[in-house]
């Protein structure tokens, strides 16, 4: 058994507060070294409280100094501010970073992990859909290890052959089939998605999560951004990676061979199982996940998305077939739609309208600087912006 030095960025989040849930059962195997969150200062402190690591790091400082006040009588350090996550990512005791943070903010930090060569465990999936090949280039240099923690990487990765060489040929891989369950609108009459309320859309079925990837999930562009990140993950090519509506959320991806195998990774729908498979790879550990009861299940079934109900996937593989910046264009809208429609400034239906335009207008943009990307994601963000104020 190898003890992990692990930085968990977004701990205050559903993953993060899943993948300590992990940790805690496991105290001889993980040492905590730093915690990051936005706003929830005083859940932060209550980690920090149990996990006793060294750095805590909030990102704006009226709130590092509520946390500064909140741990005062303990050793942890407060530090503030986006540079101090890309630091608390790279430290050279940390071997395992969590990367965990919500949107474009996980960007940096996951960036700096990789360079630095660690470990990481890859939630924060906007990092390879907003800038995959920079993303994987810095892996590669940096001699980064990158464990997927999306529900439906993780599987694929696990019925993969290993090690995977990146080559779909090589190993007779013929299509990866990553499942979805539809979400909350699956079955819903197309013609009432109009009056569909945030409240509506973040009540997912099966998982719970935070409000963004709920929305995500009903309008299935969370499935798109997944499609996008197995392209990167896997090497694969769009045609090669297919999405299978599978309401139970039991299988969680597939591999399927040139032989007609398919292998597919099974579980109840509980992070904590691919949270615990990454954290301990390639050793095995428990998660406190119950244990599946086939029987009890009785059935699982499988169908093919509509892309009338579900126009967000098609955008996705539309940027994925683009290419350059299309995906981080993608991206960017969404995060802003995502929002406006919790804050009931546009309709569900304008979500997808306004990825539309946004990709129509700034999709055909090339991809070759990282900063190039960055600002092209706040024009994606600002022309998304100026679209949703024509709705108030
Ligand atoms: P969440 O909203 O519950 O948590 C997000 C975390 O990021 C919080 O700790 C928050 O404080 C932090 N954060 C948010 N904005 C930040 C900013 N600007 N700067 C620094 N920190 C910031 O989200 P989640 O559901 O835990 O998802 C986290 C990531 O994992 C997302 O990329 C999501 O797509 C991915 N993911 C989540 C699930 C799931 O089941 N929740 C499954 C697969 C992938
Ligand atoms: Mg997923």
Known sequence: ???????????????????????????????????????????LA?????????????????????????LADTE???????????EVASLPEVDTVMAAIVGAAGLKPALAAARAGKRILLANKETLVMAGRFFMQAVRRGGATLLPIDSEH??????????????????????????????????????????????EAVAHPNWVMGRKISVDSATMMNKGLEVIEAHWLFNARADQI?????????VHSMVEYM???????????D???PIAHALAYPDRIE??????????????????PDTRRFPCLALAYRALETGGAAPTVLNAANEVAVQAFLDRRIPYPAIAQTLERCLDRLGDRPAEELDALVALDQESRAYTAALIAQHA
């Open 287 to 304: 998660a406190g996940v119950p244990w599946l009861d086939l029987p009890r299940l009785g059935q699982l079934s499988f169908e093919t």
């Open 154 to 199: 993780n599987a694929v990765f696990q019925c993969m052959p290993e090690p995977y060489s990146g080559d779909f040929a090589t190993h007779g891989v013929r299509r990866i089939l990553l499942t979805a369950s539809g979400g909350p609108f699956r079955t819903r009459p197309i013609e009432t998605l109009a009056t569909v309320t945030p409240d």
């Open 271 to 273: 992070m904590r199982t």
């Open 1 to 43: 058994m190898i003890r992990c030095n692990l930085t968990i960025l977004g701990a205050t989040g559903t993953i993060g507060i899943n993948t300590l849930d992990v940790v805690a059962m496991h105290p001889e195997r993980y040492t905590v070294v730093a915690l990051t969150g936005q706003n929830q200062v005083e859940r």
């Open 76 to 86: 942890t350090e407060v530090l503030c501010g986006e540079r101090a996550l890309e």
């Open 259 to 269: 032989d007609g195998s398919v292998l597919a990774q099974l579980s109840n729908p």
């Open 242 to 250: 297919e999405v299978v509506i599978h309401p139970q959320s039991i």
């Open 46 to 70: 209550t980690q920090c409280r149990q996990f006793k690591p060294r750095y805590a790091v909030v990102t704006d400082t009226a709130r590092a100094q509520e946390l500064r006040h909140l």
